[in-house]
């Protein structure tokens, strides 16, 4: 078996070093004797989606979304039709924003891709913090890191999961992220996949299925450090708060 990973506009969209993500997909497959390549597009690169297995669209600064949103109109015909066929994408904080249809900022209203239905508006002060999630697709919870000015809505999506601290998707909510078909969008940025190895197999897992069309059940990794890291987090910051 073989996935092919692909990292959208990774010159511009790292916030935080998504390339860690992409790290940790392609060891967890390789430990399991799955085969992955990943392919890196930059700006003006012409994308074939059919080749791709998982798509990541990294984290980014206002300056660089609006940067990238230009180019986002030539390709969102062929990721719509992506994701509307079950392919796996992971959008990680500004990536997560470029997935709705639009991010509104002081300095103006960048557009985005249309492919899940949310939109994102600037508010007052950044939402900055350590962050844990419960989400009805993993028994362990989701750790991680947030730090974005924009105010997610989601409208009537499945969101990733409820927050149990920290702010997710408009400090407001009690949500976070959101599940959208094979598509998750989340805030919490950085080491998102090494933290929640969860996730990751989730995106390996849902990327297999599709690709050779039937559910495939993944090895068991070694996980006790990711595990124990997890719980400390969680009793750090949910259990003491
Ligand atoms: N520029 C976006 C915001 O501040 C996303 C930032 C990020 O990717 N951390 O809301």
């Known amino acids: 078996m073989k996935l092919t990973i692909g990292h959208l506009y990774p010159d511009l969209l790292n916030l935080y070093g998504d390339r860690g993500n992409i790290q940790c997909l392609m060891r967890r497959c390789q430990w399991r004797g799955i085969e992955a390549e990943t392919i890196a597009f930059e700006l003006g690169d012409k994308i074939d989606f059919s080749r791709l297995d998982i798509v990541l669209l990294g984290g980014g600064s206002d300056r660089e979304q609006m940067l990238v949103c230009e180019k986002l109109k030539e390709i969102q015909p062929d990721f719509k039709k992506y994701v509307e066929d079950g392919g796996v994408v992971i959008a990680i904080c500004g990536g997560y924003q470029l997935l709705g249809k639009y991010y509104k900022t002081e300095q103006g209203t960048i557009t985005g891709l249309d492919l899940v239905d949310l939109y994102t508006e600037q ?11 419960k989400s009805d697709l993993f028994d362990m919870p989701i750790v991680g890191f947030e730090n974005h ?9 499945k969101p990733l999961g409820k927050v149990l601290y920290g702010s997710g ?23 998102l996949l090494p933290k929640n190895p969860q996730l ?3 995106l390996i897992a849902h990327a297999l299925e599709k690709k050779y069309g039937k559910a495939v059940e993944l090895a068991p990794l070694d996980d006790t450090e990711e595990k124990a890291a997890n719980d400390y987090v969680y009793h750090r910051f949910v259990k003491e708060s």
Request: charged residues 15%; negative net charge; hydrophobic residues 30%.
């Open 169 to 191: 998707n408009d400090g407001q909510t009690g949500y976070e992220g959101v599940v959208y078909k094979n598509v998750i969008g989340t805030y919490l940025h950085g080491p």
């Open 123 to 133: 508010g007052e002060g950044r939402l900055i913090s350590n962050i844990v999630l």
């Open 149 to 157: 000015g924009g105010r997610t809505c989601i409208n009537n999506c």
């Open 200 to 202: 990751a197999d989730w």
